[in-house]
């Protein structure tokens, strides 16, 4: 079974420095990656998606993430945080034959100024 | 500004009552998931709907929880009776599946339930 597993659950950066949010998944065959963010007593909304069109993939507001076969990887990326990037943020597989989407635990990146 | 719409935002009972939330998935979508979260088991599917029939309920309590889709625009989830562990965050998301299944899910807000 598909699985992913976030390395950090809390995260701290200033503003303006990067973001790196660490994700490792565990699949048996190419999987469809995703990372979605959840607000403070929000929803929870897509940020970005991988399905095998291009390694590099970018998303909403300046994030990107990068699928490494090798390392099994999915880390989430930002050049610049900004204080609105306080949010919790869920590293996401999605099992095949439906929209099943197994959720990791969550990183809670917080933003200094 | 389509969005999926849930009720009740928040909701505090008593052991024993039933609950029942309600969820207005997007308008053209023809998915529907239920989701539970919970600072101890993080998000947890429920129930999962394609075309308004139930594909996935197994990982819903069977005895106290029930989920159905009356129709295309109104999902609801049952708790009868409610326990305090029923206490959580219930979400509802709706997406598109039509032959290329993306994973793009659409949440609510979400239902704060307490349970006393």
């Known amino acids: 079974a598909q699985s992913v597993t976030q390395l950090d659950s809390h995260v701290s950066v200033s503003e303006g420095t990067p973001v790196l949010l660490r994700c490792n998944y565990s699949?048996?065959?190419?999987?469809?990656l995703f990372w979605y963010v959840q607000h403070p007593n929000k929803g929870l909304q897509l940020l970005l998606k991988?399905?095998?069109?291009?390694?590099l993939v970018k998303g909403i507001n300046g994030f990107e993430a990068e699928f490494k076969k090798s390392e099994t990887s999915f880390h989430l990326t930002k050049p610049s945080a900004h204080m609105s990037d306080a949010a919790e943020y869920f590293c996401?597989?999605?099992?095949?034959?439906?929209?099943?989407?197994?959720f990791g635990t969550g990183t809670r990146l917080l933003v200094s100024p | 500004d389509a969005r999926v719409t849930q009720t009740p935002r928040h909701k505090v009972t008593e052991m024993g009552q039933e609950v029942t939330m309600r969820c207005q998935p997007i308008?053209?979508?023809?998915?529907v998931f239920w989701y539970r979260q919970t600072m101890m088991q993080g998000l947890e599917l429920l129930a999962y709907?394609?075309?308004?029939?139930?594909?996935?309920d197994s990982g819903m309590p069977k005895d106290r929880f029930s989920a159905e889709m009356p129709d295309a625009t109104l999902a609801t989830l049952k708790i009868q009776p409610s326990e305090p562990r029923d206490s959580a965050v219930y979400f509802c998301?709706?997406?598109?599946?039509?032959?290329?299944?993306?994973?793009?899910?659409?949440f609510g807000e979400g239902s704060r339930l307490t349970v006393l």
């Open positions: 998301a709706s997406g598109k599946e039509q032959g290329v299944i993306t994973g793009e899910l659409f």
């Open positions: 996401v597989v999605m099992n095949t034959g439906f929209q099943k989407l197994v």
């Open positions: 699949s048996s065959y190419s999987p469809s």
């Open positions: 308008l053209g979508h023809n998915t």
């Open positions: 709907f394609r075309n308004r029939a139930p594909l996935d």
């Open positions: 991988y399905t095998s069109a291009a390694t």
